[in-house]
């Protein structure tokens, strides 16, 4: 499959990203500020920034499948629909079920669309003891993310993510 691969004409404002491959390479772009970050506001905009890419990449994929062969029984059969045609929800229920990560990135970009979220995530900025500031440095704090009984560090839900998208990206994933 070229899914990942086909150029979207459609997508004219985005600055030249026509590809879900383009804006996985754009998610991995942010989650290298939200490591790099020296400030918390800046760790804070990297984290936002990386979740709504990631949870609209199934935008892009469906857009791709649409563009490449929507009717595709390969492309029904790895999101598990059989007896109609695919829809956009398909593209969803598939990458929330392979990529359980891809709920909080839902959550996260749904919650800074609509100011509330219909899940149950929170998010909260941790300072780090003061003890692991290297000299000279301010303390930057890190983004962690609870849902239900587990409590997991941001950058951790990202590289799911973003791990998720990158195998569909090449030959080890199913929508290659």
Known sequence: MTVMHTTLWSATSTF?????AGMAH???RDYERFKAARTTGDRIDAALNCAITLWHMSEWVWAGIAAHDRHSMAVAAILG???????KDDVVKWALRECPS???CQSICNGTKHVISDRTVTTE???PDVSERPKGDQLVADAIVVSGDETR????????????WGH???SEGAMR
């Open 168 to 170: 569909q990206l090449t």
């Open 26 to 28: 754009k998610a991995w």
């Open 153 to 164: 560090k941001m950058g951790g839900v990202l590289m799911d993510a973003i791990i998720f």
């Open 125 to 127: 900025m941790i300072a």
């Open 81 to 87: 629909v059989s007896g109609r045609p695919m829809e």
């Open 16 to 20: 030249g990203l026509n590809t879900a």
């Open 102 to 104: 891809l709920a909080v």
